[in-house]
């Protein structure tokens, strides 16, 4: 049985940083991406970012240059940096992995506020 924990969130002053973290645990061998999203309150899951095994990465809208996504394969863990918090960022990050384009898994979610 696979699970993703994640941790890290809280709340942040704006302008702040947090440093979330979601790690797998159980058996997985070879995690192709893993990915971050988040979820705003009265909105829908929105993409954040993704790093392939190819070394590959990607960020949604406007978050490159404040945010940054990173992987310790030996870990099964991913890592996102976020830089420059604003109230905006407020929202439940959810890590998933993607093991196949049949199986992928998500964290339980972590909740990241930014206010003053």
């Known amino acids: 049985q696979v699970q993703l924990v994640e941790s890290g969130g809280g709340l942040v002053q704006p302008g702040g940083s947090l440093r979330l973290s979601c790690a797998a645990s159980g058996s997985i061998f070879s995690i192709h991406t893993m990915e971050w999203y988040r979820q705003a309150p009265g909105k829908q899951r929105e993409w954040v970012a993704t790093f392939t095994n190819d070394g590959s990465t990607a960020y949604g809208g406007s978050l490159r240059g404040r945010f940054t996504i990173s992987r310790d394969n030996t870990k099964n863990t991913v890592y996102l940096q976020m830089n420059g918090l604003q109230p905006e960022d407020t929202a439940v990050y959810y890590c998933?992995?993607?093991?196949?384009?049949?199986?992928?898994?998500w964290g339980q979610g972590i909740q990241v506020t930014v206010s003053s």
């Open positions: 998933r992995f993607v093991v196949s384009t049949a199986s992928n898994y």
